[in-house]
């Protein structure tokens, strides 16, 4: 029994991957491109479909294309070690851990600035002051 294929559009909405997105990893070779019918329309199978949803899944969790065409190749390979699939989850958490503390500095900064507003004028607001004091927000970032 043949595999019914599914339309761009319906793999979009079964891996909820935009079309447009589905086409750019055509082209850069995340995905293989589709079988064609007789009238040359894309026509993808459960395998593409379900491919498509581990790649939306990993852009979700902020894996970098180079990073998802590592674990994609390793899925390829069921019985090998996972070693570098860790490897590459652990750098990803390195990354996520970095953005997580540059971002509590964000938050620290912005209610710093938030606190010290007097809801005056704006030529007296300590937010404007704040932003417009650049060498002021450096010394903070590097505490």
Same mark, same amino acid.
């Given at each position: 029994?043949? $595999?019914?294929?599914?339309?761009?559009?319906?793999?979009?909405?079964?891996? +909820? #991957?935009?079309?447009?997105?589905?086409?750019?990893?055509? *082209?850069? +070779?995340?995905i293989?491109p589709? #079988?064609r019918?007789?009238g *040359?329309r894309?026509q993808y199978?459960? $395998? $593409?479909v379900?491919?498509?949803?581990f790649?939306?899944h990993?852009?979700e969790?902020?894996?970098?294309i180079d990073d998802?065409r590592g674990?994609?190749?390793m899925?390829?390979r069921p019985n090998?070690? %996972? &070693?570098?699939?860790?490897?590459?989850?652990?750098?990803?958490?390195k990354? #996520? *851990?970095h953005r997580?503390?540059q971002?509590t500095?964000?938050?620290?900064?912005?209610?710093?600035?938030?606190?010290e %507003? +007097?809801?005056?004028?704006?030529?007296d %607001?300590?937010?404007? &002051?704040t932003?417009a004091?650049?060498?002021h %927000?450096?010394?903070?970032q590097?505490?």
């Amino acid at each position: 029994m043949a $595999e019914r294929g599914f339309s761009i559009g319906e793999a979009s909405e079964r891996s +909820g #991957v935009k079309v447009t997105t589905i086409r750019f990893y055509e *082209n850069i +070779g995340l995905i293989s491109p589709p #079988v064609r019918t007789s009238g *040359n329309r894309r026509q993808y199978g459960e $395998e $593409e479909v379900d491919r498509l949803t581990f790649i939306r899944h990993a852009r979700e969790l902020g894996f970098e294309i180079d990073d998802i065409r590592g674990l994609l190749a390793m899925t390829e390979r069921p019985n090998a070690s %996972c &070693q570098e699939a860790d490897r590459i989850a652990r750098h990803h958490l390195k990354g #996520v *851990n970095h953005r997580i503390s540059q971002l509590t500095l964000l938050g620290k900064e912005l209610q710093r600035m938030i606190d010290e %507003c +007097g809801h005056g004028r704006v030529c007296d %607001c300590r937010v404007i &002051q704040t932003l417009a004091d650049h060498s002021h %927000c450096q010394h903070h970032q590097s505490d």
